[in-house]
């Protein structure tokens, strides 16, 4: 298992460098986040403890159920799945230090007053639904903008960047244009110079399209299959919002 994992790592570090080459991006300029989704514990300190430092789940429960194994471990957590008001408390208990999946102003709301409540603040990214799937949390492109406006005004929220999951698609092509959507949102938004915004991330690719995602801007490519290997769920499981156990 150990020699698994660290082989698909070397892999992945190999793609993202290549990737990074291919359009003369700087390799420095994009991080790896390791989603975690199903993957136990043991699997996940294996790359920790190998020199990876982002991590991510979908879903509370699991956050909640690793922590204690991995907390003594350097690493960071981000929360990447669709974040349900009543679990934003064990958000902030379980060190979650980004929530890559802020998607609506009541969300943010809710987060921030928690955050007031304790004296704390947090990065968020602003997910975007580029694929027009209605299977998809995110939202629209045509309101991106002004849900950035109204999040802003919330001073325990430090937005630094958008999110989106492409389209599932083996057709490159239509993939890219989600990637050339969202890089073209965060300039649309940086040209805005909104205060208390900072749209240096751009979250896109996962492990079947994170070139496309680096030639198209990406600086944090989401990646769990091709290094834990496949899960007994497709991804359809975790990202659906028909999915009512999200």
Not at 201 to 213: C, F, I
């Amino acid at each position: 298992m150990k020699e698994d994992i660290l082989h698909n790592l070397k892999i992945i570090n190999q793609r993202i460098k290549k990737a990074c080459e291919k359009v003369g991006r700087n390799v420095d300029e994009v991080k790896l986040l390791l989603a975690t989704k199903t993957v136990s514990a043991e699997r996940i300190k294996i790359a920790l403890e190998s020199g990876q430092i982002l991590i991510a789940e979908n879903k509370v429960q699991e956050l909640k159920e690793k922590y204690e194994d991995l907390k003594d471990i350097t690493h960071q957590n981000h929360f990447i799945g669709h974040l349900q008001t009543n679990k934003i408390k064990d958000i902030l208990k379980y060190d979650v230090a980004c929530v890559q999946s802020v998607d609506r102003f009541d969300l943010a709301e809710k987060i921030h007053q928690r955050l007031s409540l304790e004296g704390k603040s947090i990065e968020i990214l602003i997910q975007v639904n580029t694929s027009n799937e209605e299977s998809k949390f995110g939202i629209h492109p045509d309101e991106a903008i002004d849900l950035v406006k109204k999040v802003a005004e919330l001073d325990t929220l430090k937005i630094k960047g958008l999110m989106t999951i492409g389209l599932f698609s083996s057709e490159t092509e239509k993939v890219r244009q989600c990637f050339k959507l969202l890089k073209n949102l965060q300039q649309k938004i940086i040209q805005q110079n909104i205060s208390n915004v900072e749209m240096k991330e751009l979250s896109m690719g996962m492990s079947g399209d994170l070139e496309t995602a680096i030639e198209e801007g990406s600086t944090i490519v989401r990646v769990g299959t091709a290094v834990f290997g496949a899960r007994i769920y497709p991804d359809s499981y975790y990202w659906d919002e028909k999915n009512k156990n999200l």
